[in-house]
Every structure is written in structure tokens, then in C-alpha cells.
Nanobody, 123 residues
Framework: QVQLVESGGGLVQPGGSLRLSCAAS????????MGWYRQVPERQRELVAT???????NYADSVKGRFTISRDNAKRTVYLQMNNLTPEDTAVYYC?????????????????WGQGTQVTVSS
């Protein structure tokens, strides 16, 4: 199994910045794509940004130019630098990874989610 632990959420004023981190642990064989999603009450979870293990990135239009996703493969960690935050960015942010984990005889590929971290943008 693969566990994801997020950190870095909190309360910030409009125009401010936050940096989210997500570290993967467990019986990891390999980590493929990593990404961030967000969700507000009564709405579907939406993609924020993803990064492949080769470093290719993809962003939602609403965050392009403000958010930057990066990863440290040696640390098995993905980051989300969020700048110029607005109240519309308020949500629970979830880390996600496509990874393979060792079992007793082989490895199994799966999709994993973190527990979520709250980001609130308010004056």
C-alpha cells in the first residue's frame, strides 16, 4: 500500500501564498503521476495540477500562472506553490498519485489519495 500525507494548508489573505507538500510512503515500487485536486462542498473534486515522473506538468486554466507544481522523486514528495490566492481557491486540497506497491510476490499498480488539507483564502 501507498500512504500520502499532505501538509501546508491554512488560512491566508487574498493575494497571499501557500505551499502544499505531499509525501508518499509505504511499500512503494514506483511512483508515476502525482497531482493535486481540490473540492468544495456540494461540488465535484476538480483537477488543480499534475506532474509526471518525467517532470511534465498540466494545470487547470483557473490556476495557470499562479500555481506551480513540482516533485522531488528522491523524497517521493510533490509540492504545490500557490501564489496570488483568491477566495475562489478556498477548498480542501487532495494529493493524488498513480503508483505501484510491492506485495508478497509482485507489485500492484493503483491510485491513491491523501486525507486532504484545508486552504482558506479570506480577509
Amino acid at each position: 500500500q501507498v500512504q500520502l500525507v499532505e501538509s501546508g494548508g491554512g488560512l491566508v489573505q487574498p493575494g497571499g501564498s501557500l505551499r502544499l507538500s505531499c509525501a508518499a510512503s509505504g511499500n512503494i515500487h514506483n511512483i508515476y503521476d502525482m497531482g493535486w485536486y481540490r473540492q468544495v462542498p456540494e461540488r465535484q473534486r476538480e483537477l488543480v495540477a499534475t506532474v509526471t515522473n518525467g517532470g511534465n506538468t498540466n494545470y487547470a486554466d483557473s490556476v495557470k500562472g499562479r500555481f506551480t507544481i513540482s516533485r522531488d522523486n528522491a523524497k517521493r514528495t510533490v509540492y504545490l506553490q500557490m501564489n496570488n490566492l483568491t477566495p475562489e481557491d478556498t477548498a480542501v486540497y487532495y494529493c493524488n498519485t498513480d503508483a505501484s506497491a510491492w506485495t508478497s510476490r509482485t507489485y500492484v499498480r493503483g491510485n491513491y489519495w491523501g486525507q486532504g488539507t484545508q486552504v482558506t483564502v479570506s480577509s
